[in-house]
């Protein structure tokens, strides 16, 4: 793939930051697929992110979400020797960010069978959440 450089229109440009940012970060993002992930609409404003992190427990997985980032970061660190024939399963640390519109909150996350599930969505309304 290529790579672009944008350092010249940020020299020739005013209030198109954001823009560029997302542009080399989707640029960045295509060059590692580890690990691999599904992103799926449940209902018109819930979702759902799954990643595939087979060989991490949920000891090994931090997740943070700050301002409209979610960052999922894996690390595994192989404490007993063990004599590998074939290695298959990808043992090596991520990390994952994801960019949410300014309205949307990660709710909830669960880990089941190796897939670790994120539950991103609208902020219900304080009528709802108040008797």
């Known amino acids: 793939m290529r790579t672009y450089d944008f350092a010249p229109l940020w020299r020739s440009t005013i209030g198109f930051d954001r823009l560029f940012d997302l542009a080399e970060t989707a640029q960045r993002a295509s060059e590692d697929n580890y690990p691999p992930y599904n992103i799926e609409r449940?209902?018109?404003?819930?979702?759902?992110?799954?990643?595939?992190?087979?060989?991490?427990?949920?000891?090994?997985?931090?997740?943070?979400?700050?301002?409209?980032?979610?960052?999922?970061?894996g690390s595994k660190s192989d404490k007993t020797?063990?004599?590998?024939?074939?290695?298959?399963?990808?043992?090596?640390?991520?990390?994952?960010?994801?960019?949410?519109?300014?309205?949307?909150?990660?709710?909830?996350?669960?880990?089941?069978?190796?897939?670790?599930?994120l539950l991103p969505g609208r902020p219900l309304p304080v009528a709802e959440v108040m008797p």
């Open 42 to 73: 449940l209902a018109e404003d819930r979702y759902q992110i799954s990643l595939a992190v087979a060989g991490f427990s949920p000891e090994d997985i931090i997740i943070t979400a700050e301002q409209n980032v979610v960052t999922v970061e």
């Open 81 to 117: 020797e063990r004599g590998f024939l074939y290695r298959g399963i990808s043992h090596r640390n991520f990390k994952r960010q994801f960019s949410l519109a300014e309205y949307v909150q990660v709710k909830s996350a669960a880990f089941d069978n190796g897939l670790l599930s």
